[in-house]
């Protein structure tokens, strides 16, 4: 059994190749809720809607949040009455937040709900969210803290970032605890999300890195920096602002001491020697269709099965 | 100044003709809220939002409640979803309960949301809930206890009626309550609403009936009764199973101790004399458009100052 930790855009692209060639029972899809946040009286998931609609078939794909083809009744409606209306929720994805929110006040845990929501979407493959407790990230900026949202969408990054800020006293939820501990476990992802937004969030929760740490299995990270850029959101920007060159050899330091190997993009082949007490593998990570996704999907996972095997032989 | 006592659509076309010849300082609308419930976790008043959705010429009039030319996509969403959907959220709609339900959990009381929501929604008359309390009527059924909604729209009235619950410990609203004692009231309008479960709720609040009664101010009912049947919805139903006629002599009798004056339709002109205490006034009151609804107004207005007019002689 494998898990993978994911983000939103990223972490979907590789997941979306993984549940092609994993079945349920080998795989995890622990999701960051770092990002998560209350709007309007909603609790709103993004990374967890990002992977679950992706999974589903329904996300769409050239916006890289919410649902194909969504209609944006509800929010033209909520700027009449003068609502906010910076965070854009679609008259489809209301649904999810609704039946969500209202689970949560009957009491029941955010993984029992992402259960029944990817059950009613038809996921074969159930989604962990990486904690059931509140563990929403905050970030100091030139412009004071912020919550990750305001920062996220309501800012739209422009803000200078200072300092990220992990909830670290927040608990892993209990299928995430209890595959980190489970013995048939050979490996981790780790999806070609922004390292401090949305990877962090989950190996910060308490225990988490120090319990990955003492599995001595292989960690594959697939990096998210492509040719000096991200290939889709703010992590080059920031990485530059936390004074760190946005390449995949940072990427290999951001996560060094957990990290196995790492997968990097052909445009990066020269940067391969670059990399210190870490393994590469050179390979096409821009993920444009499901065809992409399951071919790089399977050459991340035959590595961490390679790295396993020689790791017990 | 005058009051109007109203419920859902009948009242919504009577205020529409009122709001036509009364400017906002000589009109108070006060709206049933006994209807209200909190539902997949939104506060939602349907009469408060029939008689909104009206002024601001948004409702839609064939169906009767919700907003016209609505889109569904919330629901159908909500459906795939398994989510309960027995009661219709439009996408348009579930902008006012989503802010209500905002401004409410923000301490806001009901009639400064409320107002709030008229204003940005272009009214002039702003309309004013019966309680800024839960009110919530309950029915007594063959089938048991029922919320009223549950009655209304889930089980579509089918339950045969017992009884009628009232909130009569819950206050009425601070503008409602001014107004009640305002010395410059000169009438009260009840509007053509169901008698038992959009009028009463109001009357049955704490000191309303005793209040208006101790007033000795005309008050004047539309009969929503017309030819033995109810305009629309379950008046004439419920009236046979708590065993009255529907008729407009019951609705006068329904209300016997409050009425000044009873407006009921030509198509009952033969009950004129079956009156007792009570004057007589026949309209045309079938509404169906806003010219209809502003002669109906215009004639109760009249009828309203002519009575306060030989009151105070």
């Known amino acids: ?37 209350v709007h309007l009286g909603l609790n709103i998931c993004p990374d967890l809607d990002t992977v679950m609609y992706s999974l589903a078939g329904i996300a769409d794909s050239i916006r890289g949040w919410g649902i194909a ?12 009455l003068g609502g906010e209306t910076w965070f854009r929720l679609g008259d489809n994805d209301m649904a999810t937040h609704i039946e969500r929110t209202r689970m949560l006040a009957n009491g029941q845990s955010l993984s029992d709900v992402t259960a029944i929501l990817c059950k009613k979407l038809g996921l ?21 803290q912020l919550a990750f949202q305001e920062y996220f969408v309501k800012h739209q990054c422009e803000p200078t970032l200072k300092r990220v800020n992990y909830q670290t006293k927040a608990q892993p939820s209990p299928k995430f605890a209890e595959y980190l501990n489970d013995d048939s476990l050979t490996g981790i992802f780790i999806c070609p999300s922004n390292p401090m937004l949305s990877i962090e969030p989950i190996l910060a929760l308490s225990g988490v890195r120090e319990t990955i740490r003492a599995r001595k299995i292989p960690v594959v990270a697939v990096s998210p920096i492509v040719g000096g850029k991200a290939i889709k959101g703010p992590a080059a920007k920031i990485m530059s602002e936390m004074g760190v060159v946005p390449s995949p050899v940072s990427i290999a330091q951001y996560y060094e001491g957990l990290l196995t190997a790492i997968v990097i993009d052909n445009a990066d082949s020269n940067l391969a020697s670059q990399f210190k007490n870490v393994a590469v593998s050179i390979e096409n990570t821009i993920m444009t269709t499901a065809q992409d996704s399951r071919v790089l999907a399977t050459s991340v996972n035959d590595l961490v099965d390679k790295l396993y095997s020689c790791r017990t032989e």
Chains 1, 2 share one sequence.
Not at 124 to 144: C, E, K, N, W, Y
């Open 69 to 80: 083809d969504e209609s944006w009744h509800f929010m033209d409606a909520l700027a009449r």
């Open 124 to 144: 074969q493959h159930s989604l962990i969210p990486m904690s059931d407790d509140p563990a929403g990230t905050f970030v100091d900026t030139d412009r004071g």
């Open 1 to 37: 059994m494998k898990i993978a930790l994911a983000g939103g855009v990223g972490g979907a692209k590789l997941v979306r190749g993984l549940v092609q060639i994993l079945p349920p029972e080998e795989l995890a899809i622990v999701v960051n809720t770092g990002d998560d946040f």
